[in-house]
């Protein structure tokens, strides 16, 4: 925890925050018993209160929210789509089209990539299965994406339409 990994980890995150504010509670209430008992400045117990209260429900809404994009399987954040399908247009030459792409998070380090390809089969050297190997490869080094599935149409294919 220590080291900066509860950046990373949502569980840890969650575990570092509920540890902080536990120390913090215990120091405020401490620290506020303490002054009420010198001054009798009693009005200082229910502020306490409250600040710890507005810490807790930040770090919260935070967990919350990323817990919320995690469990609805949406985009992450700072990712592009588009981005993404145009880096692999320019680097696979044998990729005529990308259509009906997906991206999602199922935890936050996983990043999983779903897509219909278009080839045109006179560039493609060797089999389709090693293009697609080449293709996960490079979506894992570059996109940091760790799954992905890659339905492979032919090349006068009609897509389907969207709903």
Request: some cysteine; aromatic content about 6%.
């Amino acid at each position: 925890i220590l080291q900066g990994s509860q950046n990373n980890n949502l569980n840890i995150r969650s575990v570092f925050y509920h540890m902080i504010a536990d120390a913090a509670s215990s120091i405020g209430i401490v620290i506020a018993a303490i002054i009420i008992i010198s001054t009798g400045f009693v009005i200082l117990d229910p502020i306490v209160s409250l600040g710890i209260s507005i810490l807790i429900i930040y770090w919260a809404y935070g967990i919350l929210k990323e817990s919320t994009r995690i469990l609805l399987e949406m985009a992450p954040k700072g990712m592009n789509i588009d981005t993404i399908s145009e880096d692999l247009k320019v680097n696979f030459p044998e990729i005529i089209e990308l259509f009906d792409a997906h991206l999602w998070t199922i935890i936050p380090d996983m990043l999983i990539y779903s897509v219909h390809v278009k080839l045109n089969n006179d560039l493609i050297e060797g089999n389709q299965e090693e293009l697609i190997s080449k293709i996960n490869d490079f979506l894992s080094k570059h996109h940091k994406i760790i799954e992905s599935t890659i339905q492979i149409m032919p090349k006068d294919a009609v897509e389907a339409c969207s709903i």
